[in-house]
């Protein structure tokens, strides 16, 4: 196995919805989307956003398009004008789950 | 089968670019352009507004943009279908018409639709057995409903569609959905029925396509460097058929790039439950949804599957919730960070020891870890961090004091903090949002179509 990052097998877009953010993550390619499936679980997606997230994690798959759908509750800091964050509209947040780690077979072709 | 017919959408939010919707209209060939305006916050502003003066209370971008395409959209024949109304699209009407008048034409036809601001009809509503509680929490308005400052229900494309049915070429609204903008011509010209739940399921993805503007088209793309052109990117244009599967692009020769991927990111744009998305007019299953690249900056989109919608309007409500200011300053050279932190430690004491305490404070360190937290490790070397403190309370004198206590730093405090501009920060008020539903009997809407 090596390790690799979401950035190197998928792409995401993130936005709010009141105090929860949303991240698509979308595979680049069937096999990519195998594995998102099996390793970005919504308990992985929550240890990563640790400090950000306060909320559960839930996880919708919508395999039509090679895509997972998160949304990740209590994670704006009250969310649209009620926050204080610098992100309090989850923008950015597609972009760090992109740098979440997963293992991949060695042989796995980026 | 009827020609397919072309819907670009020129303005994603009020603040988008200016210039967008003049390039949709003589960039190439186009029947309709929307425009969305409407934001929480933009709507309580407009209220406000229309209190002080009855002719206010709408997007006054619009009136400045019709006045600079109003002698092309006749020429062209183009439609225009706006959520500029606000709370007060009879006045936003009326001022187009005066922009007309001003421009000597005639046979101008402008529709307007009503009946979603419910701001005056609370209590009313309340007798007939709305209790507005929240509709994420379930917790009950109660007394937060002297507070509301805004309230509009998200109202269907019917009226919209009527509206153009009934020969007006722009359409100005209040709060329309976002998707129904571009649903409403479809429904008009392709003559779709309340229960054609597949077409309307149709119709509405294309419109949350794109609803946020350039965002379909390379905006916001994770591959950004495979985005030629950002400077010129063009705006999303629907080719739509009347059997409800439609085509995404935009006109030649512009920026950006409409690719399954770029389409893809958009469909998961602030996205729920996939199989449930709710709109006035129709539940979409987004999990049937297809695509497939069809010629350059051409997605095709397919397959979609629509439920009957619900019985109820979502309704969008607006208070205050007390004030936030916040303030900024840049620390730089060695051992930036700690400096940085230490600059924090000084101001939340200094203002503890006058007295002053806050409902919540935050403490963020711009260019290092305030959107991603601890995902990345820091740096070996930190070059340079912008402080960002922020506050919020019921209190305003209280934030303007915390205001005060910022720029001193620059003297009083560790050395290289510079980047103090643009005065002392100001309480700013909180315009919290309240989500909520109401039966859809309850609502009634207005066309209004009149001629200059």
Known sequence: MRTIQLYDIAHARSGDKGDSSNVGLIANGAAAFAIIRKEVTPDRVRAHFKGIVKGVVDRYEMPNLLCLNFILHDSLGGGGSESLRNDAQGKTHGQALLLMEIDVPEDFQL | ?452
């Open chain 2, 1 to 452: 089968m009827k020609e397919p017919i072309l819907i670009g959408n020129g303005q994603g939010f009020w603040g988008d670019s200016i210039d967008a919707p003049v390039k949709l209209m003589t960039g190439g060939p186009i029947h309709y352009v929307t425009l969305d305006y409407l934001a929480e916050v933009t709507m309580s502003i407009m209220q406000r507004q229309k209190q002080k003066d009855p002719k206010r209370g709408y997007a006054t971008d619009f009136v400045q943009l019709m006045k600079d395409t109003l002698p092309t959209l006749i020429e062209k024949d183009i439609k225009v279908v706006a959520s500029a109304g606000g709370v007060n699209p009879a006045a936003c009407r009326d001022a187009v018409f005066a922009v007309a008048r001003e421009l000597g034409l005639t046979g101008l036809k402008i529709g307007i639709v009503e009946g979603d601001d419910i701001l005056d009809r609370l209590t009313e509503l309340n007798e007939k057995g709305a209790d507005f509680k929240h509709l994420d929490t379930g917790e009950p308005l109660a007394s937060l409903q002297d507070k509301v400052l805004s309230a509009n229900a998200y109202i269907s494309s019917r009226p919209l569609a009527e509206a153009l049915d009934q020969g007006a070429q722009v359409i100005i609204t209040g709060r329309a959905t976002d998707p129904g903008l571009v649903l409403a011509p479809m429904i008009h010209e392709f003559g779709w029925k309340p229960d054609d739940w597949d077409r309307l399921a149709a119709g509405t993805v294309a419109g949350h396509i794109l609803e946020c503007g350039a965002q379909a088209c390379g905006g916001n793309f994770s591959r950004w460097w495979e985005v030629p052109d950002f400077a010129q990117i063009g705006y999303p244009i629907v080719e739509a058929y009347e059997d409800g599967s439609f085509v995404i692009t935009k006109h030649a020769g512009t920026g950006g790039m409409v690719t399954c991927a770029t389409v893809t990111e958009q469909i998961l744009y602030e996205l729920g439950d996939p199989k449930n998305y709710i709109s006035p007019d129709v539940r979409v299953d987004f999990s049937s949804i297809e695509l497939h690249e069809d010629g350059e900056n051409r997605v095709r989109v397919s397959g979609i599957k629509g439920i009957p919608s619900t019985d109820t309007l979502k309704v969008s409500m607006s208070y205050n919730n007390g004030f936030k200011a916040a303030g900024t300053l840049t620390i730089s050279g060695p051992k930036a960070y700690e400096k940085a932190q230490k600059c924090a430690e000084i101001v939340w004491q200094r203002l503890a020891d006058a007295g002053f305490t806050f409902e919540e404070t935050n403490t963020e360190y711009l260019g290092l870890n305030s959107c991603h937290g601890d995902i990345n490790p820091l740096p070996a070397q930190i070059n340079e961090v912008v402080l960002k403190l922020s506050a919020r309370d019921a209190n305003p004198a209280k934030l303007t004091r915390f205001g005060k206590e910022i720029a001193p730093l620059v003297t009083n405090g560790p050395p290289g903090v510079t980047g103090f501009a643009g005065g002392r920060p100001r309480p700013q008020e909180i315009v919290a949002y309240w989500p909520a539903l109401i039966d859809k009997k309850l609502v009634e809407t207005r066309v209004t179509v009149e001629e200059v």
